[in-house]
């Protein structure tokens, strides 16, 4: 319980941290007076073994993030001085680094305005990336401390502010000028994560932008991508990250192409000039008019993939590897199904429709074509769906689904259906649309009827997965994956009434139906609402709320996960539960799943790098 309430006070921002860890480092701030009215701030960086942090300058044209503390910007002390370090940094791969272990980084500051004896909270913003000799984590970018800081009177808070420097009459030329901002832009880009993208507002610039790359000699990059799309989130948290990328990256001029709204002009660009509408899709464009393109998405530990993708960038024969994402929606297809027939409105049905067809198979019909048309019925209610959500949308399936407005009615409808699930209230269509395609006839039309009702009558427990495979169909773009999504869904559903049909005696091998579907319900809707922060995620980036970023999505997810570990080991119950008298093997099991994956999400709040499932996670 501890844990839960500390995740829920993490997820909404109410713990003050004077030290903390994050991203593989723990930080921790201190004060040492000096003089009267001046002391040091202390903080020390204490990275996870084998771990580094970068020196206090870097390169401009270095990769890596700069190791920085610095006042915050309005704070009631005044530095005094450059940031010292208490270690000597060593070259790595080109760019200087501090020993693997703790460091201690000191500046000097003037301390605060007031009575003698009391202390003032001073805010400091400290920057780093925690390395290994081969990967980094994410970055932190001026991650605040608030540090109490010994009070005098006639401190830094009624001090007279510096008088200005004299400068030359004569400012630089404009050579100078642009160079010196192409320095500071290249410097913030190396500190920033390592890839100096530049992001286009428009068709206009990135056609410009292209040009000039090319007139210079020089490929170009683009990345087309967008908040909304998880596997470019993945890759630019795993693959675009490592040090051998940004260095293949530094040969090219970078462009990313945002498709989400309201950029729907550089999302018709992608789709006018380049024919495609996937996303991650990396497009080498070389100045002799050569094209190279690239959309898999892979993991940095799949060596052989990550060779053929530097050779991509490092302008070698490029193909359409196509997108890593195809099988991933195979199996949620294929398991958004499976879990539909486990449900209490479809479970049951199994077993009635046979006998149903046992009856007609008396009369003389055959059961497997009765069993086909059934299916048939079925399948033609939801790939009719999936046609119905495509010509709707037409062929901007991926400008819809980077949406805010998308997003948030898909996120309104998983948290009716989740509650709906959980029983709080009844999900059911009018009974004028369900005796539309009713009725009780018989033979072969009748049995595609029955399919049809089935498919419409069981909405309240097919409606969530259904709707998150076409959620999965729309955010790749692509109109026919609608189509055969719903088809491979549906078609698993269907599929048992078929084999049932050929061998009938598999039907007593099924488990009765009894109290355990209303704790797989329960269990769905749990998960129904978890999904729902995914889409919140989207609404927030666009709109700016500042609630749902990586902190607080980890921390309910954690938390969900942690309920879930509990209501399955029988700790916490709802309507209509059964007590749990004993705590089987299958359902230790279960719990021990939730458990750990509940404690395995936890984890990434204190610094612990999530992997893939970074991809799922904005920035806070």
């Not at 799309?229 to 293949?248: G, H, P, S, W």
């Amino acid at each position: 319980m501890r844990l839960l309430l500390l995740l829920l006070v993490t997820a909404l921002g109410l713990a003050a941290e004077p030290a903390f860890t994050r991203h593989g480092v723990a930080v921790r701030a201190a004060v040492e007076p000096v003089e009267a009215r001046q002391a040091d701030l202390v903080v020390t960086f204490t990275p996870e073994p084998k771990h580094h942090v970068y020196a206090l300058s870097l390169p401009a044209d270095g990769a890596g993030v700069a190791t920085r503390v610095a006042l915050a910007p309005g704070a009631p002390a005044r530095a005094l001085g450059p940031l010292r370090a208490d270690q000597a940094t060593h070259d790595l791969n080109g760019l200087p680094v501090f020993p693997d272990g703790p460091v201690t980084l000191r500046l000097a500051v003037e301390l605060p305005d007031g009575p003698k004896g009391s202390s003032v909270p001073v805010r400091v913003l400290v920057t780093y990336m925690a390395c290994t000799a081969d990967s980094c984590r994410i970055p932190v970018q001026d991650a605040e401390l608030t540090v109490a800081m010994p009070a005098v009177p006639g401190g830094a808070a009624s001090a007279p502010a510096p008088a200005p420097v004299p400068t030359a009459a004569a400012g630089p030329d404009a050579g100078q000028i642009r160079a010196i901002v192409a320095q500071e832009l290249a410097r913030h880009a190396a500190e920033a994560g390592g890839i100096p993208w530049r992001r286009v507002a428009g068709v206009a610039e990135a056609e410009a932008a292209i040009a000039a790359a090319h007139a210079q000699g020089r490929s170009v990059l683009l990345d087309f991508t967008g908040p909304s799309c998880n596997n470019c989130q993945v890759m630019e948290k795993t693959v675009l990250r490592r040090r051998e990328v940004v260095r293949a990256f530094a040969r090219l001029e970078a462009l990313q192409i945002n498709t989400d709204p309201p950029h729907d002009d550089l999302a018709d660009w992608q789709q006018r000039r380049f024919h495609s509408q996937n996303r991650p899709l990396y497009v080498r464009l070389d100045p002799g008019g050569g094209e190279a393109r690239w959309s898999a998405v892979f993991s940095p530990a799949d060596a052989g993939t990550m060779e053929r993708f530097l050779a991509f960038l490092g302008g070698g024969e490029g193909r359409d590897l196509g997108t890593g994402s195809g099988w991933s929606f195979v199996w949620l297809a294929v398991l958004g199904g499976l879990v539909t027939l486990l449900m209490p409105c479809t479970y049951p049905m199994i077993p009635f429709t046979l006998n149903v067809f046992t009856k007609q198979a008396a009369a003389g019909r055959r059961i497997l074509p009765l069993a086909l048309f059934y299916g048939g019925g079925i399948m033609a209610c939801f790939i009719g769906l999936g046609v119905l959500i495509t010509g709707v949308f037409g062929a901007n399936l991926a400008t819809v689904a980077g949406h805010p407005l998308t997003n948030l009615l898909i996120a309104a409808l998983f948290v009716v259906l989740g509650f709906g699930l959980m029983g709080a209230f009844l999900i059911r269509l009018p009974g004028g649309l369900e005796g539309l395609v009713g009725g009780s006839r018989g033979g072969y039309l009748g049995a595609l009827v029955m399919g049809l009702t089935f498919a419409v009558t069981a909405f309240s427990c097919t409606a969530p997965f259904a709707g998150s495979v076409l959620a999965a169909a729309v955010a790749t773009g692509s109109w026919g994956t609608a189509v055969w999504g719903m088809a491979i869904y549906s078609g698993v559903i269907a599929l048992p009434f078929i084999a049932l049909a050929l061998a009938p005696g598999l039907l007593k091998a099924l488990p009765r139906a009894g109290a355990w579907m209303n704790e797989f319900k329960v269990v769905g809707g749990l998960v129904e609402l978890a999904a729902a922060l995914k889409f919140l995620v989207i609404c927030d980036h666009a709109w700016g709320w500042g609630v749902f970023g990586r902190t607080s999505t980890l921390a309910l997810w954690a938390a969900v996960a942690l309920v879930l570990a509990g209501y399955v080991a029988g700790r916490l119950r709802f309507a209509g539960d059964a007590e749990v008298k004993e705590l089987g093997i299958p359902r230790l099991c279960f719990a021990i799943a939730f458990l750990a994956l509940g404690l395995w999400l936890a984890a990434g709040l204190f610094g612990a790098d999530l992997g893939m499932m970074e991809g799922f996670f904005p920035g806070d």
